[in-house]
């Protein structure tokens, strides 16, 4: 089973690698090698998320490892201070172990001690596991977002999803 953290700048380096590869899945919003930040601009991106009281960036560890993470980013407009963004990716060889959910478990927790109301995520509509993951984890999907990213030269959708706490 992994444990559950807060990322810290010294994560930076394996969370990059771990953040390519869940991008050669073809699920996340970038393509694998698109992302080009320096290993000092990664740690500064994790201070970033963290110094924030409403925004967290956990890092999943096996063995030492970082193999997964969750980002719930949270914007400043006081209108919608309630709510954060999520972004959840884990390592292909730990997919389906029970990393994603553990990581939501945390989530869960944090939410609670942060104040937020609602948490929302897009997804995919063919990444048929995420989208397991995220009703199980108590999401549902209030919109369909057409046509919403090319990948390779075929447009897919996007789920909406949210939960409300």
Request: include cysteine; charged fraction near 25%; hydrophobic fraction near 45%.
């Amino acid at each position: 089973m992994a444990t559950i953290r807060k990322a810290v700048r010294t994560d930076a380096e394996q969370l990059a690698k771990v953040m390519e590869n869940a991008e050669e899945s073809g699920y996340m919003l970038f393509n694998p090698g698109e992302r080009t930040l320096s290993p000092a601009a990664f740690a500064d991106f994790i201070e970033a998320i963290n110094s924030k009281e409403k925004s967290r960036l956990f890092v999943a560890c096996r063995n030492g490892q970082v193999v997964g993470y969750l980002i719930a980013q949270n914007d400043t407009p006081q209108r919608i201070a309630h709510r954060a963004y999520i972004v959840i990716g884990v390592h292909k060889d730990c997919r389906g172990r029970g990393i994603g959910k553990v990581l939501f478990l945390h989530l869960e927790k944090w939410v609670k001690k942060a104040g937020l109301h609602r948490l929302d995520l897009t997804v995919i509509s063919e990444n048929k596991a995420a989208v397991a993951l995220y009703k199980k984890a108590g999401f549902v999907i209030e919109g369909t977002k057409r046509d919403s990213l090319l990948v390779g030269n075929q447009f897919v959708d996007e789920y909406y999803m949210a939960k409300l706490l």
